[in-house]
């Protein structure tokens, strides 16, 4: 959820003075950047988040029921209740570890108004928390990648659907994209070796449709998607899109009165609401795709036994330097792939064919 996006300040590290070399710890460090990465995570904090005990390297969240509940109705006096059957899978998860290593001079961290270590500060924990929001928008979307390497031009279905992103083309030139029927346009039919993404996760649900008019999201494509969720019991409560596709919402005339600004947002990322909509933007969502998200239902993240940031940090006497390490350990698990819906061809080479 949302953290205040203080600035982090080189006194965050302990209260560091001038001479306070010594107080850059492998726990002052971990502290100051634990803040500063969740202040930056979008996909991550919609996940509910478990910390493993001591001396486990995994943990086992549950994912969403197998059956459907069965509800006793009209229950006469004095007669028992039937079994509802509620039954439901376990996944395991093992957190993935990253980090960062760098070293840095003791003269830099002595002064305390050299900007050094908030830059540094700054640049790693949007490396760590980019690396941990690719993961979790993996998980949340099943986003796979597939190559297809005799590709000659575009049929219906020649692809698995909803396409999310082209990531690389050798040979021909794509001409378009229907990313909702999984037709690939090239300008000519030349043998091409083709590797796109899709969502996984919409594949199986069912739960992805095209936008109204190609090139662009509009609201209607939104709300068009919500209600199909309401319809099945979803109710999301988050819109994530691309920040180049803000302006569609904002100089939409259809928003009127539908989309509001307030300084209290839930989330990271959060730019506005739409009715019980809250807009976050993320640019690991390629352009031209909005996903609508049930929080309630999203999954699960598990992190280290050590938390998820940690560091150590390495006296180097002889080099008068201090040697930091910072690592992120987290895994993620889609708790309910009915949780989102994905609405595809507001790419600029999107047609609707």
Do not use: W
Request: glycine letters at 8%.
């Amino acid at each position: 959820m949302k953290e205040d996006k203080n600035k982090f300040t080189i006194q965050e590290l302990g209260g560091l003075g001038k001479a306070d070399v010594e107080a850059v710890s492998g726990e002052s460090v971990s502290k100051v950047m634990l803040k500063a990465v969740n202040s930056k995570l979008v996909f991550d904090q919609l996940f509910k988040n478990e910390e493993l005990p001591n001396g486990f390297s995994s943990g086992v969240v549950p994912n969403a029921p197998t059956t459907a509940l069965t509800i006793n109705v009209n229950i006469g006096a004095g007669n028992s209740l039937s079994e509802s059957g509620y039954t439901y899978n376990g996944t395991t998860v093992t957190p993935i570890k990253n980090g960062l290593y760098i070293a840095i001079d003791n003269e830099s961290i002595k002064v305390s108004s050299n900007p050094l270590m908030n830059n540094l500060v700054n640049e790693m924990s949007s490396a760590l928390a980019r690396e941990m929001d690719k993961e979790a928008s993996t998980v949340l979307l099943g986003i796979t990648a597939v190559t297809l390497t005799t590709f000659t031009d575009g049929t219906i279905g020649a692809c698995s659907t909803p396409v999310l992103e082209i990531v690389s083309v050798n040979g021909g030139t794509i001409a378009s994209v229907d990313y909702e029927k999984g037709s690939i346009i090239l300008d000519a039919s030349i043998p091409s070796t083709i590797t796109y993404t899709y969502s996984s996760v919409a594949n199986g649900t069912g739960y992805h449709m095209a936008s109204t008019s190609a090139k662009t999201i509009s609201i209607k494509d939104v709300l068009t998607m919500r209600g199909s969720l309401n319809a099945n019991s979803i109710h999301p409560d988050v819109l994530i899109i691309n920040d180049i596709d803000v302006t569609n919402f904002v100089y939409d005339t259809q928003t009127d009165g539908l989309i509001s600004y307030s300084k209290d947002a839930r989330y990271n990322g959060e730019i506005a609401s739409l009715l019980d909509l809250s807009i976050l933007t993320s640019d690991l969502l390629p352009q031209g795709i909005a996903v609508l998200v049930d929080s309630s239902r999203s999954g699960f993240s598990i992190t280290g036994n050590r938390g998820k940031i940690f560091s150590v940090i390495q006296d180097k006497l002889d080099l008068d330097q201090k040697h930091i390490r910072v690592y992120s350990e987290v895994g993620y698990s889609q708790g309910d792939v009915k949780s989102i819906g994905v609405i595809v061809n507001g790419q600029t080479n999107g047609v609707n064919l």
